[in-house]
Nanobody
């Protein structure tokens, strides 16, 4: 089981930016497909973005052009840069790592409000 630790959440005004980080344990980070999901109150968890071991990314339509997912294999870390944040981006954001199973982080709260 991979241990994942997220950080970088917080309160930001509409139009602002945040960068979430997800640090993974172990020595096989290069093989993981890393992902970010989010869950708003009363809603199901939804996929935000994924990045493969070779760096190919995929985004849900609502964040395209605003969010950027990247990875630093030397640091076992995936980053989600979130720009032009909207109130509807408010949610708990969860990091995932997929390789021979799926592991989840504990989540980090992102609140977009004036």
């Amino acid at each position: 089981q991979v241990q994942l630790v997220e950080s970088g959440g917080g309160l930001v005004q509409p139009g602002g930016s945040l960068r979430l980080s997800c640090v993974a344990s172990g020595t096989f980070f290069n093989f993981y497909v890393m992902g970010w999901y989010r869950q708003a109150p009363g809603k199901q968890r939804e996929l935000v973005a994924t990045i493969t071991s070779t760096g190919s990314t995929n985004y849900t339509d609502s964040v395209k052009g605003r969010f950027t997912l990247s990875r630093d294999n030397a640091k076992n870390t995936a980053y989600l840069q979130m720009n032009s944040l909207k109130p509807e981006d408010t949610a708990v954001y969860y990091c995932s790592a997929t390789w021979r199973g799926v592991s989840w982080g504990q989540g980090t709260q992102v609140t977009v409000s004036s």
